[in-house]
């Protein structure tokens, strides 16, 4: 396991550490501490290959730089916290949660053979990435599909896929200020948050397109512990997608002709 790693996986314990190394010297550095404690405190410090005839300024300056970039790293995870995990435990309310390989494929009514339940793929079309890359708020999410490359009678057919992200909020929502969830996707999609159905700012519940960001005021969804959001994404058959009849035909890969993918970010504050 990599140092990286596990500070991630064990925050309380290297803030623990953090701490520790910070503030010892400076209190080392207080005259009235016994002199059997200073000579415990040492034997301790020399774990860490700190020789006793170091002056105290550069251990306490030490301390202090640790402690700064310990800081830095453990407010980088808590606070910005772009989520990987399926489920997701925050407490302070302020998250952004995004679209990655980690939001589940359910299933497709259309197509009831695909396999269920399984990751989405990561699926970073040129044509979808020259517009979300405009959007600050979609930095760091991923366009997902169940395929990269979707089979001929799903390209010509078109189809529906339910796409779900699990994420747990463990404080009270009356302390939420704003929260909003962004996407853009190709072609249509339907949102479900805790099995009620969203709508957006412009009173649709049911958006298409993956050039204009669609927002969601998702504020009074929410609620204390799991919360379960869904996305019908369905995408329409090779009969309106601008593509002459013939060369889509003759195309060995129907499916880089018609694809269907989805991005998202979920900011609550």
């Not at 700190?50 to 407010?75: C, E, Q, R, S, T």
Request: glycine content about 6%; charged content about 20%.
């Amino acid at each position: 396991m990599s140092f990286k790693k596990w500070c991630s996986e064990n925050q309380g314990i290297f803030a623990f550490l953090a701490l520790i190394v910070a503030f010892i010297p400076v209190l080392f550095s207080i005259g009235n501490i016994p002199l059997s404690l200073k000579n415990g405190i040492l034997s301790l410090l020399s774990i860490f290959l700190i020789k006793i005839n170091i002056p105290i300024y550069i251990v306490v300056l030490f301390g202090v730089i640790f402690f700064f970039f310990a800081y830095k790293y453990l407010l980088k995870q808590n606070i910005k916290n772009v989520v990987s995990k399926n489920e997701y435990s925050q407490s302070n309310l302020d998250v952004i949660i995004q679209s990655d390989s980690d939001t589940l494929f359910i299933e497709s009514p259309t197509y009831k053979y695909l396999q269920k339940n399984i990751k989405s793929l990561e699926y970073n079309h040129p044509s979808w990435l020259k517009h979300s890359n405009q959007f600050l708020i979609l930095k760091g999410a991923k366009w997902i599909s169940h395929s990269i490359n979707i089979t001929d009678d799903e390209a010509i057919d078109g189809g529906l896929y339910i796409f779900k992200k699990d994420f747990q909020l463990d404080d009270n929502t009356k302390k939420i200020k704003n929260a909003n969830l962004y996407l853009l996707v190709d072609d249509f999609c339907t949102v479900y948050l805790n099995g009620k159905i969203l709508i957006t700012e412009n009173g649709l519940t049911r958006v298409e397109g993956f050039k204009e960001l669609k927002s969601y005021d998702i504020s009074t969804y929410l609620i204390k512990g799991i919360n379960e959001i869904l996305f019908y994404v369905e995408n329409v058959d090779f009969h309106r997608v601008n593509v002459p009849g013939k060369s889509f035909y003759n195309a060995q890969n129907k499916g880089q002709h018609n694809p269907y993918g989805l991005i998202y970010s979920i900011k609550i504050q």
